[in-house]
């Protein structure tokens, strides 16, 4: 069983940065690739981004690429999410997802947080 909770979200201008975190407390954080998504009212869960478990892999999707970074620290047992130069499209609740084997498929993450809400004023 693997607990997720995120943070950082919040209300932000757009161009401006936020960065959001998921901590998993436990062992075996290292062992798992992680996925951060969004959800906006009326769209489907879309990947923004994914890392490996040893941090040699990642992939951000195009819409976000240039402005969001993942990353992750096996020793703090967090991912993180880089968000600069933040748009209005941007806005919507953010979720981390953990899974063993999963990468670029939302129906392969067996974990998730709660989300955060990520706000982005024009």
């Known amino acids: 069983q693997v607990q997720l909770q995120e943070s950082g979200g919040g209300l932000v201008q757009a161009g401006g940065s936020l960065r959001l975190s998921c901590a998993a407390p436990?062992?075996?954080?290292?062992?798992?690739?992680m996925g951060w998504f969004r959800q906006a009212p009326g769209k489907e869960r879309e990947l923004v981004a994914c890392?490996?478990?040893?941090?040699?892999?990642?992939y951000v999707a195009d819409s976000v690429k240039g402005r969001f970074t993942i990353s992750r620290d096996n020793a703090k047992n967090t991912v993180y999410l880089q968000m600069n130069s933040l748009k209005p499209e941007d806005t919507a609740v953010y979720y981390c997802a953990a899974d063993r084997t999963a990468w670029g498929s939302r129906a392969e993450y067996g974990y998730w947080g709660q989300g955060t809400q990520v706000t982005v004023s024009s």
């Open positions: 436990g062992r075996t954080f290292s062992t798992y690739n």
């Open positions: 890392i490996s478990w040893s941090a040699r892999s990642t």
